[in-house]
T-cell receptor, first 111, second 113 residues
Framework: DVKVTQSSRYLVKRTGEKVFLECVQD?????MFWYRQDPGLGLRLIYF???????EKGDIPEGYSVSREKKERFSLILESASTNQTSMYLC??????????FGQGTRLTVV | GQQLNQSPQSMFIQEGEDVSMNCTSS?????WLWYKQDPGEGPVLLIA?????ELTSNGRLTAQFGITRKDSFLNISASIPSDVGIYFC?????????????FGRGTQLTVWP
C-alpha cells in the first residue's frame, strides 16, 4: 500500500513562529504536493514539486515556501505564521498518470 | 489555474437512494479522478479514469469519463450511512502541467438513516 505520512496530526503555533510541516512518501513518486483545505473552499494548491530540488508555485503560495532535498520528503515552511494560516494542510504524492495519494492531514492552529 | 465546476455543492438523501454528482472543466483532461474524504482525514482515491467514454465501477460506485474530455460523473447506488463525506473530482492534463491535479470544490454528502 502507498503510504504518505505527515509528521503531525495537530499543531498549535504562535503568531510569528517559523513552522515546518513534513511529508514523507514511500512509493518513489516524482510529484509531491501541498494543499490547504478550508470549509467551502475545497483543496487549494500551495506548492508542488515534480523532482528533487524542483518546485512550482501553486495557486496560493504567499507566506509559504517548500523544500525537497530528497525524493521521498517534501517540507512546507511557514516563514512567519499568521492566524490566517490556521487550516488543514494536506500532502499528496503521485506518479503520472495515476492518481495522487494523500496523507492524513495536519490541522494547524496559529494563535 | 484551470477551473473545475463540481455540482451539487451538497446533498441530503435517505439511506437506499441513488446519488449522482458531476464535474465539468473549461479545459480538456486526459485523466479524471474521484476521491472521498471522511471527516478529519485525507482524501482517498475511489476511481481513476484514463480514456474518453470510459465507464468504471468500484462496488456501488460508478464513474464515467465524458466523451468531450471536459466532464466526468460519479454515481453511488443504494447509499448507506458510511457514504457520508466529501466527494472531490480531479482532473489531470498528462505531460503538460508537471503532474499537477486540478480539484473541484467538493460535494458534501449526508445520508439519513
Amino acid at each position: 500500500d502507498v503510504k504518505v505520512t505527515q509528521s503531525s496530526r495537530y499543531l498549535v503555533k504562535r503568531t510569528g513562529e517559523k513552522v515546518f510541516l513534513e511529508c514523507v512518501q514511500d512509493m518513489d513518486h516524482e510529484n509531491m504536493f501541498w494543499y490547504r483545505q478550508d470549509p467551502g473552499l475545497g483543496l487549494r494548491l500551495i506548492y508542488f514539486s515534480y523532482d528533487v530540488k524542483m518546485k512550482e508555485k501553486g495557486d496560493i503560495p504567499e507566506g509559504y515556501s517548500v523544500s525537497r532535498e530528497k525524493k521521498e520528503r517534501f517540507s512546507l515552511i511557514l516563514e512567519s505564521a499568521s492566524t490566517n494560516q490556521t487550516s488543514m494542510y494536506l500532502c499528496a504524492s503521485r506518479s503520472d498518470p495515476i492518481g495522487a495519494f494523500f496523507g492524513q492531514g495536519t490541522r494547524l492552529t496559529v494563535v | 489555474g484551470q477551473q473545475l465546476n463540481q455540482s451539487p455543492q451538497s446533498m441530503f438523501i435517505q439511506e437506499g437512494e441513488d446519488v449522482s454528482m458531476n464535474c465539468t472543466s473549461s479545459s480538456i483532461f486526459n485523466t479524471w479522478l474521484w476521491y472521498k474524504q471522511d471527516p478529519g482525514e485525507g482524501p482517498v482515491l475511489l476511481i481513476a479514469l484514463y480514456k474518453a467514454g470510459e465507464l468504471t465501477s468500484n462496488g456501488r460506485l460508478t464513474a464515467q469519463f465524458g466523451i468531450t474530455r471536459k466532464d466526468s460523473f460519479l454515481n453511488i447506488s443504494a447509499s448507506i450511512p458510511s457514504d457520508v463525506g466529501i466527494y472531490f473530482c480531479a482532473g489531470a492534463d498528462r505531460g503538460s502541467t508537471l503532474g499537477r491535479l486540478y480539484f473541484g470544490r467538493g460535494t458534501q454528502l449526508t445520508v439519513w438513516p
